[in-house]
């Protein structure tokens, strides 16, 4: 019965460490035409820390990153080592957890330092049942211009999880 009571508490605790961050980054990436290209990018990727699994689709164009349970990585971050391996980093889809915020009619979603604006073109039917709070979703991220990096971003809302 001890052991249960510890293992509950310890799984409370690493919830709620873990819950605002990046879980899954699928970049979109522009400029990679050849093998070399998406073999060095996936090898510049993986040398960021808090990553669990990175794979680069020289078909898709994309970086599929798998975020570890632990990680402060913000979007700002992969996209700046995207641009630092000689490539543009384009939208990105997202999923993450995070602090649901409403500050007046305008949601949003801070993680690791960044703050996620919800688009206004996000489906009503979704827009409808966001409430405060702590939340999961997935979204896509749109396209900044990599001299421009901030961390704010706009997101489109594409599941709440």
Do not use: H
Not at 66 to 73: G, H, Q, T, V
Not at 90 to 97: G, H, K, P
Not at 99 to 106: F, I
Not at 135 to 140: A, E, K, N
């Amino acid at each position: 019965m001890k052991k249960l009571g510890i293992i509950v508490v310890l799984s409370i605790f690493s919830f709620s460490t873990a819950m605002a961050q990046l879980v899954k980054v699928d970049q979109e990436v522009f400029g990679m035409d050849c093998a070399p290209c998406a073999y060095g990018l996936e090898r510049g990727l993986k040398k960021m820390d808090g990553l669990q699994s990175v794979k680069v689709s020289l078909n898709d164009g994309k970086a599929y990153l798998k975020l570890a349970a632990d990680n402060d990585l913000s979007l700002q971050k992969i996209q700046k080592e995207v641009k630092n391996n000689g490539f543009s980093a384009r939208s990105a889809e997202v999923t993450l957890n995070g602090e649901l915020v409403n500050d007046g009619n305008k949601w949003s979603v801070s993680v690791n330092g960044e703050t996620f604006k919800v688009s206004l073109d996000t489906p009503d039917d979704i827009l409808t049942k966001l409430k405060p709070g702590k939340v999961q979703l997935i979204g896509r991220v749109k396209d900044e211009e990599d001299d421009g990096l901030s961390n704010t971003w706009n997101i489109r809302i594409t599941e709440v999880l």
